[in-house]
């Protein structure tokens, strides 16, 4: 999706970058409630650890034979004491300190070593790369607990040595999170430009790549340390990390064992100690990778509606159906996104016709609602944050936006198709293109696989695909950017539908390419009487395939007509100033006529015209009020207060 | 030639293979030859604009000449000074005589420096300019390119791709290069926009003297920008010569093919008459003209070795051996 821009009178140069408000990252983290929770709960663990020096503890470590084995609530030991006398709450807050420490410096000294590999074989790839994951693999391929066992058979029983088992254990982990996001990372421009700048490849890790992977890190981290708090407990629960009389929770935990049928309260309680300790970091730092996940936090991964959600305001002048029977005919459209507070008014009182066999040509910049308007006719806009909030799209008599979402599905594919700029969103990289077509038609209508085979291969025929048999088994990827936009308009062809809404079906492709690909819908089009949705940035295409044009600037349709009259003589400042900015070819070396400023910011759009801040003919009126289209000629309109005088200066213009 | 004519730019049988070599089981790895046996020449003050289709090997070309992507074959003379060891020297040797450009203006610049680090970086590493220098030319670098000094502390993510595609002209020009290659600096850009920038861009040319090399796909805006142009095709360069000649009176028939096809106001669209076949497979190149596959005018001879660049007059050439007819000739050639 488009980014969206900020509206200002003066020129792109000069206008004022929007700030974006950053969601805090603490809101964004309290958000998740079970990581608000589990944050306090961390918190108190930690500050009692903090604090242990300076609490009113018994000595950890003081014996007390004639105490051993206390209750928990005894005198003097709240939670009773161990098989020699001493506190079990003290040890315990000890404990969790030992634990607590020994799980951070694990992570940290597994963060450094597996980051530093992760970066160095990311970014440098090639043979360093290989030889770095591949010992990397041999070290996953041992189950972790035997390999942190083996380590510390080899290092010896002790503290520091259980610490080096498991930093040693998780460095694959950091190692392969790491790698990956450094590999996307090094193939990034802004990596080759400060190469270009005189940077050498050390300077370059550390301080182009390494920012932008630290976020990566610090989720690997957050999400890690539960583990191996738990890890290093194993260890010494063991015997294999720390030795008596110092311990930690997974000691005390050991020690407990040995007791287990007689004081059973303190294997429980170490048990209890350890689940808090690990649940509520684990809490905190699933909560982290949420919040810091750029995905989740703009809303990504809530699950769009099967359907737009529409919310229309009763209006009555949209009511009626069109007269005769066009192919569509759209009335009154609205679509925005709400967004917080924040209402994206992308598509804004669209109202259009499309006659039987007629191809409508959608012009416009990018953000200027053209996709939004697309997608909105059979409810395909995402919702949240996506609302149609109000007007009508009328088909066969019907209001498309009022059927039910099994007729609905029925005639999205059906009578009704889409193709896409890309074609590998609708192609699926794991099936043969046939299949895929087969799937389409048998989604429409009852066929034998054999008979929808053949008339897959018919489709691919149709769309001259040379060799259409064998091209059915390939896969997507095996055929080129054209070809494959071939095959998406076969499968939008697949259940004869009366109108095409094709989205810059030829915008990523070369320009021999888009010729071909141009004169194929032309040709489909006159062949069987197809109705065409056709958008498009580019002027020059829209003069080759369509009859009626209709240009789209902030949400609006501000003018609309044949397209060779509309050509000709613009009636809309905006037009006029759009064809004119746009190379033609055999004019020679010259300047442009660049139009100064950027488009408004649809959740900000000012009073007025949408297009005042930059119109060379603005007036004061045209910054008040509404301005609603006005007819110029036989079905011919353009939203502006002066849009006959502009037309008749154009046409007085190219007449001179 | 005399001194004022001799080239800024200039490259010998430049090539790049990508690929090759073996795997570890000792199996040939398929070789790309995305680049071959390219020879330009650009005069300073010039534009040489660069155009081809997708695939055809100009962003390679480009690297090439910035020192991004180390030659296979073939030199390249800054200057008239030849990079011998181009392939070892990198962009630091290269940095301070030749720029770069990117196509995608908000992926060329690091999420997470402000403006000012980008900027500064070329001068700390390239020129070494103490703080006060530095202060002074990114002030002047944003005049510039018509930005506003209070953005140097933003962050790329606040700019619109205009303003993110003046920033990477400034940081390009930083060093205070003579020649700046621009790969396709347009093309992610709306067309409201698309005219700013170009018009920034010829501007800047005039008032820095510059020397552009210019790649895009898009024939008018080549044409409204530069002098030469070189058409490439399937990793050669097939057509060369002054703009206005060459597009009005295409000599080779894949030049005519891109100048039939795009897209222009008033034309309908009509079904090439061009063959659908499309580029040969580039890991298994045919042994002659990469083009006899499309090419109307294809005879046997054109499939037994790839036609050389000759020269055609008036400063022009073509890769062809059954050219197009020249401007007034009525028959062929
Ligand atoms: N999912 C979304 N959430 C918020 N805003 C959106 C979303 N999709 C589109 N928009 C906004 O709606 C406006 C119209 O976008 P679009 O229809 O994609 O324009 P076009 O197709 O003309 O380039 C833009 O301002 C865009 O940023
Ligand atoms: S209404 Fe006014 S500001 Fe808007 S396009 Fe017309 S003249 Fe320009
Ligand atoms: S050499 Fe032959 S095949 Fe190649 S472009 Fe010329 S005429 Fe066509
Ligand atoms: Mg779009």
Same mark, same amino acid.
């Given at each position: 999706?488009?980014?969206?821009?900020?509206?200002?009178?003066?020129?792109?140069?000069?206008?004022?970058?929007?700030?974006?408000?950053?969601?805090?990252?603490?809101?964004?983290?309290?958000?998740?409630?079970?990581?608000?929770?589990?944050?306090?709960?961390?918190?108190?663990?930690?500050?009692?650890?903090?604090?242990?020096?300076?609490?009113?503890?018994?000595?950890?470590?003081?014996?007390?034979?004639?105490?051993?084995?206390?209750?928990?609530?005894?005198?003097?030991?709240?939670?009773?004491?161990?098989?020699?006398?001493?506190?079990?709450?003290?040890?315990?807050?000890?404990?969790?300190?030992?634990?607590?420490?020994?799980?951070?410096?694990?992570?940290?000294?597994?963060?450094?070593?597996?980051?530093?590999?992760?970066?160095?074989?990311?970014?440098?790839?090639?043979?360093?790369?290989?030889?770095?994951?591949?010992?990397?693999?041999?070290? =996953?391929?041992?189950?972790?607990?035997?390999?942190?066992?083996?380590?510390?058979?080899?290092?010896?029983?002790?503290?520091?040595?259980?610490?080096?088992?498991?930093?040693?254990?998780?460095?694959?982990?950091?190692?392969?999170?790491?790698?990956?996001?450094?590999?996307?990372?090094?193939?990034?421009?802004?990596?080759?430009?400060?190469?270009?700048?005189?940077?050498?490849?050390?300077?370059?890790?550390?301080?182009?790549?390494?920012?932008?992977?630290?976020?990566?890190?610090?989720?690997?981290?957050?999400?890690?340390?539960?583990? =191996?708090?738990?890890?290093?407990?194993?260890?010494?629960?063991?015997?294999?990390?720390?030795?008596?009389?110092?311990?930690?929770?997974?000691?005390?935990?050991?020690?407990?064992?040995?007791?287990?049928?007689?004081?059973?309260?303190?294997?429980?309680?170490?048990?209890?100690?350890?689940?808090?300790?690990?649940?509520?970091?684990?809490?905190?730092?699933?909560?982290?990778?949420?919040?810091?996940?750029?995905?989740?936090?703009?809303?990504?991964?809530?699950?769009?509606?099967?359907?737009? /959600?529409?919310?229309?305001?009763?209006?009555?002048?949209?009511?009626?159906?069109?007269?005769?029977?066009?192919?569509?005919?759209?009335?009154?459209?609205?679509?925005?996104?709400?967004?917080?507070?924040?209402?994206?008014?992308?598509?804004?009182?669209?109202?259009?016709?499309?006659?039987?066999?007629?191809?409508?040509?959608?012009?416009?910049?990018?953000?200027?609602?053209?996709?939004?308007?697309?997608?909105?006719?059979?409810?395909?806009?995402?919702?949240?944050?996506?609302?149609?909030?109000?007007?009508?799209?009328?088909?066969?008599?019907?209001?498309?936006?009022?059927?039910?979402?099994?007729?609905?599905?029925?005639?999205?594919?059906?009578?009704?198709?889409?193709?896409?700029?890309?074609?590998?969103?609708?192609?699926?990289?794991?099936?043969?293109?046939?299949?895929?077509?087969?799937?389409?038609?048998?989604?429409?209508?009852?066929?034998?696989?054999?008979?929808?085979?053949?008339?897959?291969?018919?489709?691919?025929?149709?769309?001259?695909?040379?060799?259409?048999?064998?091209?059915?088994?390939?896969?997507?990827?095996?055929?080129?950017?054209?070809?494959?936009?071939?095959?998406?308009?076969? =499968?939008?062809?697949?259940?004869?539908?009366?109108?095409?809404?094709?989205?810059?079906?030829?915008?990523?492709?070369?320009?021999?390419?888009?010729?071909?690909?141009?004169?194929?819908?032309?040709?489909?089009?006159?062949?069987?009487?197809?109705?065409?949705?056709?958008?498009?940035?580019?002027?020059?295409?829209?003069?080759?395939?369509?009859?009626?044009?209709?240009?789209?600037?902030?949400?609006?349709?501000?003018?609309?007509?044949?397209?060779?009259?509309?050509?000709?003589?613009?009636?809309?400042?905006?037009?006029?100033?759009?064809?004119?900015?746009?190379?033609?070819?055999?004019?020679?070396?010259?300047?442009?006529?660049?139009?100064?400023?950027?488009?408004?910011?649809?959740?900000?759009?000012?009073?007025?015209?949408?297009?005042?801040?930059?119109?060379?003919?603005?007036?004061?009126?045209?910054?008040?009020?509404?301005?609603?289209?006005?007819?110029?000629?036989?079905?011919?309109?353009?939203?502006?207060?002066?849009?006959?005088?502009? =037309?008749?200066?154009?046409?007085?213009?190219?007449?001179? | 030639?005399?001194?004022?004519?001799?080239?800024?730019?200039?490259?010998?049988?430049?090539?790049?293979?990508?690929?090759?070599?073996?795997?570890?089981?000792?199996?040939?790895?398929?070789?790309?030859?995305?680049?071959?046996?390219?020879?330009?020449?650009?005069?300073?003050?010039?534009?040489?604009?660069?155009?081809?289709?997708?695939?055809?090997?100009?962003?390679?070309?480009?690297?090439?000449?910035?020192?991004?992507?180390?030659?296979?074959?073939?030199?390249?003379?800054?200057?008239?000074?030849?990079?011998?060891?181009?392939?070892?020297?990198?962009?630091?040797?290269?940095?301070?005589?030749?720029?770069?450009?990117?196509?995608?203006?908000?992926?060329?610049?690091?999420?997470?420096?402000?403006? /000012?680090?980008?900027?500064?970086?070329?001068?700390?590493?390239?020129?070494?300019?103490?703080?006060?220098?530095?202060?002074?030319?990114?002030?002047?670098?944003?005049?510039?390119?018509?930005?506003?000094?209070?953005?140097?502390?933003?962050?790329?993510?606040?700019?619109?791709?205009?303003?993110?595609?003046?920033?990477?002209?400034?940081?390009?020009?930083?060093?205070?290069? /003579?020649?700046?290659?621009?790969?396709?600096?347009?093309?992610?850009?709306?067309?409201?926009?698309?005219?700013?920038?170009?018009?920034?861009?010829?501007?800047?040319?005039?008032?820095?003297?510059?020397?552009?090399?210019?790649?895009?796909?898009?024939?008018?805006?080549?044409?409204?920008?530069?002098?030469?142009?070189?058409?490439?095709?399937?990793?050669?360069?097939?057509?060369?010569?002054?703009?206005?000649?060459?597009?009005?009176?295409?000599?080779?028939?894949?030049?005519?093919?891109?100048?039939?096809?795009?897209?222009?106001?008033?034309?309908?669209?009509?079904?090439?008459?061009?063959?659908?076949?499309?580029?040969?497979?580039?890991?298994?190149?045919?042994?002659?003209?990469?083009?006899?596959?499309?090419?109307?005018?294809?005879?046997?001879?054109?499939?037994?070795?790839?036609?050389?660049?000759?020269?055609?007059? /008036?400063?022009?050439?073509?890769?062809?051996?059954?050219?197009?007819?020249?401007?007034?000739?009525?028959?062929?050639?």
């Amino acid at each position: 999706m488009s980014a969206i821009s900020t509206s200002s009178s003066a020129g792109d140069a000069a206008r004022t970058p929007e700030r974006p408000k950053r969601r805090s990252f603490l809101r964004l983290l309290l958000r998740n409630r079970l990581a608000g929770l589990g944050l306090v709960v961390l918190a108190a663990i930690v500050a009692i650890a903090i604090l242990a020096p300076i609490l009113p503890l018994a000595d950890p470590n003081a014996t007390a034979p004639a105490n051993r084995l206390l209750p928990p609530l005894s005198e003097g030991h709240l939670l009773g004491t161990d098989e020699l006398g001493r506190d079990l709450l003290s040890r315990l807050v000890w404990g969790t300190r030992l634990s607590l420490f020994m799980g951070v410096a694990a992570t940290l000294v597994a963060a450094l070593l597996g980051s530093t590999i992760g970066l160095v074989a990311g970014y440098f790839g090639g043979r360093l790369d290989n030889a770095l994951m591949r010992s990397i693999d041999m070290l =996953m391929a041992f189950p972790y607990i035997l390999l942190a066992l083996a380590i510390v058979a080899v290092l010896g029983p002790g503290l520091l040595n259980a610490l080096y088992a498991v930093a040693i254990v998780n460095i694959p982990f950091f190692a392969r999170n790491i790698r990956g996001v450094t590999v996307g990372l090094s193939h990034k421009d802004f990596v080759e430009a400060a190469r270009l700048s005189g940077m050498g490849h050390g300077r370059i890790l550390v301080s182009e790549v390494l920012p932008n992977v630290m976020p990566v890190i610090v989720i690997t981290m957050s999400t890690t340390v539960g583990w =191996m708090i738990l890890e290093t407990a194993g260890l010494s629960f063991l015997g294999l990390g720390s030795q008596p009389p110092q311990a930690d929770l997974g000691s005390i935990l050991g020690e407990g064992r040995k007791v287990m049928l007689t004081a059973p309260h303190v294997t429980t309680i170490a048990g209890i100690t350890i689940f808090l300790l690990v649940m509520s970091i684990n809490l905190v730092g699933d909560g982290v990778r949420d919040a810091l996940d750029p995905r989740l936090s703009a809303g990504a991964l809530a699950r769009p509606a099967p359907v737009t /959600r529409i919310a229309r305001a009763k209006n009555a002048d949209d009511a009626a159906p069109p007269e005769g029977s066009p192919a569509l005919a759209v009335r009154r459209l609205s679509t925005r996104f709400e967004v917080g507070e924040r209402i994206y008014r992308a598509v804004n009182d669209v109202s259009f016709t499309i006659r039987r066999g007629e191809c409508l040509g959608l012009v416009g910049e990018s953000g200027s609602g053209k996709s939004v308007t697309a997608l909105s006719l059979l409810g395909l806009v995402p919702s949240p944050p996506g609302v149609i909030r109000a007007g009508r799209v009328w088909r066969e008599g019907e209001d498309v936006l009022s059927l039910s979402r099994e007729k609905l599905r029925a005639l999205r594919g059906g009578r009704v198709s889409y193709i896409f700029q890309d074609p590998l969103t609708t192609l699926h990289p794991l099936f043969t293109v046939g299949d895929q077509l087969v799937e389409a038609i048998r989604a429409h209508r009852p066929a034998s696989h054999a008979e929808a085979w053949t008339q897959a291969v018919a489709l691919l025929d149709r769309v001259r695909i040379p060799a259409a048999a064998d091209r059915a088994e390939a896969l997507p990827h095996e055929l080129s950017g054209g070809m494959r936009q071939r095959v998406a308009i076969a =499968m939008a062809l697949a259940n004869e539908p009366d109108l095409i809404i094709a989205d810059e079906p030829t915008t990523a492709l070369d320009v021999t390419v888009q010729a071909q690909i141009l004169a194929l819908l032309d040709e489909l089009r006159r062949e069987s009487g197809l109705a065409l949705l056709f958008i498009t940035h580019d002027f020059g295409v829209v003069s080759q395939l369509c009859d009626r044009v209709a240009v789209m600037y902030a949400g609006k349709i501000v003018e609309e007509g044949p397209t060779q009259a509309v050509l000709e003589a613009p009636a809309h400042p905006y037009t006029r100033l759009l064809i004119a900015c746009v190379p033609i070819l055999g004019s020679g070396k010259r300047a442009l006529d660049a139009i100064p400023g950027l488009p408004p910011a649809v959740d900000r759009l000012p009073d007025g015209c949408a297009f005042a801040p930059r119109c060379p003919r603005a007036t004061a009126a045209c910054k008040e009020g509404e301005i609603p289209p006005v007819s110029v000629a036989d079905r011919r309109s353009a939203r502006c207060l002066y849009a006959g005088e502009v =037309m008749r200066a154009a046409t007085e213009g190219s007449a001179a | 030639m005399n001194a004022s004519t001799a080239p800024i730019l200039e490259t010998s049988g430049l090539g790049k293979t990508f690929g090759g070599g073996r795997t570890l089981l000792g199996a040939r790895k398929p070789q790309v030859h995305a680049v071959r046996d390219v020879t330009l020449a650009v005069a300073p003050g010039e534009t040489l604009g660069v155009v081809g289709e997708s695939g055809c090997g100009k962003s390679t070309l480009a690297r090439m000449l910035v020192g991004l992507v180390p030659p296979t074959s073939g030199t390249i003379a800054l200057d008239g000074q030849a990079l011998t060891d181009a392939a070892k020297a990198g962009p630091r040797a290269f940095g301070r005589t030749i720029q770069y450009v990117f196509q995608d203006p908000t992926s060329a610049l690091n999420p997470r420096k402000t403006i /000012r680090q980008i900027l500064e970086a070329p001068l700390i590493h390239l020129i070494e300019a103490d703080a006060p220098a530095r202060e002074r030319r990114v002030a002047e670098l944003m005049d510039i390119v018509s930005l506003r000094p209070e953005f140097l502390e933003r962050y790329p993510h606040e700019f619109s791709g205009g303003q993110a595609q003046r920033i990477g002209i400034a940081r390009a020009l930083a060093a205070e290069p /003579r020649i700046v290659v621009l790969d396709e600096p347009v093309s992610a850009l709306d067309v409201s926009v698309q005219a700013q920038v170009l018009n920034l861009l010829s501007d800047l040319r005039t008032r820095l003297g510059l020397t552009y090399l210019f790649i895009s796909h898009d024939l008018a805006v080549v044409e409204a920008i530069a002098e030469r142009v070189a058409v490439m095709y399937f990793g050669r360069v097939v057509e060369t010569g002054p703009v206005d000649e060459v597009f009005r009176a295409p000599r080779h028939p894949y030049t005519r093919l891109l100048l039939s096809s795009a897209p222009a106001i008033g034309a309908r669209a009509e079904a090439s008459d061009a063959p659908q076949a499309e580029l040969p497979d580039p890991t298994r190149p045919p042994p002659g003209c990469a083009f006899a596959g499309r090419c109307p005018n294809v005879r046997d001879d054109c499939r037994t070795a790839p036609p050389p660049l000759v020269p055609m007059g /008036r400063g022009r050439a073509a890769a062809c051996l059954h050219p197009l007819p020249a401007e007034g000739a009525d028959g062929p050639a």
